[in-house]
C-alpha cells in the first residue's frame, strides 16, 4: 500500500469522537495532524460549505488518510486496523468472544450513550435540561457497559490487551465526569 502524505485528523478538541480516533492513531504510533474544526465558533464551523464538502454529516472527526477522506469514528478505528496490522487495537483470534465484546462495548457507547448527549441534541433538548437529559443516557448506557465487562474485563475492557473498546471508553468517562455523572 502506498501511503500518501500525513495523516490529517479533523477534530475538536472536546469531541469524544475524535478524542477516540486521537487514542488509537496514538496507541498505533500513526504520526497525523490536527485540522481544528470549532464546534462552536461562528456557529459551528462543521457548518460551512467548505468542512460539509469533507463530511456531509457536518460533523467530526474525519480523517484524510492514504488519499481518501473518512468519517466516522469507528469506521476510521476499523480502517486503521485494517490496513495498519500493528499495535493492533482487536484482538486477533476471530473465532472467540472477545472481538464481539468489543464491537459490543463501543456500539453501546457509540450508538447508545454519546450521541444523546452530543452539542446538537443539547442544544435542542435545552439548557435547562441538558444536565439532567446526559445524566440520564449517560448512566443507561454505563449500566449496560458494566454488565458487559463483568463478563469480559482484565487489565482493559477485554481481557488484558488495549482495544478499540478502551479507545472509546475512556471518552465518555470524561463526559460523564463533565456531566457529573456518579455510579
Known amino acids: 500500500m502506498s501511503v500518501i502524505g500525513k495523516p490529517v485528523l479533523y477534530s475538536y478538541w472536546r469531541s469524544s469522537c475524535s478524542w477516540r480516533v486521537r487514542i488509537a492513531l496514538n496507541l498505533k504510533e500513526i504520526p497525523y495532524d490536527i485540522k481544528p474544526v470549532s464546534l462552536i465558533k461562528a456557529g459551528g464551523e462543521q457548518h460551512c460549505n467548505e468542512y460539509r464538502e469533507i463530511n456531509p454529516m457536518e460533523q467530526v472527526p474525519a480523517l484524510h488518510i492514504d488519499g481518501h477522506t ?21 484482538p486477533q483470534d476471530v473465532h472467540k468472544e472477545l472481538r464481539v465484546w468489543v464491537r459490543e462495548i463501543c ?30 443516557w449517560i448512566n443507561r448506557g454505563f449500566r449496560a457497559v458494566e454488565k458487559l465487562l463483568s463478563a469480559c474485563a482484565g487489565k482493559y475492557c477485554v481481557g488484558d490487551e488495549i482495544t478499540i473498546a478502551d479507545c472509546c471508553l475512556i471518552p465518555q468517562v470524561f463526559n460523564a465526569r463533565r456531566f457529573f455523572v456518579v455510579w
Not at 485494517?82 to 482487536?90: C, I, K
Not at 456500539?107 to 440520564?136: C, D, M, R, T, Y
Open 107 to 136: 456500539e453501546v457507547i457509540a450508538s447508545g450513550i454519546q450521541p444523546l448527549q452530543n452539542l446538537i441534541v443539547l442544544i435542542h433538548v435545552g439548557e435547562e435540561k441538558k444536565k439532567e437529559w446526559a445524566q440520564h
Open 70 to 90: 473518512i468519517v466516522e469514528s469507528l469506521n476510521i478505528m476499523h480502517y486503521l486496523e485494517e490496513t495498519r496490522p500493528a499495535r493492533p487495537l482487536m
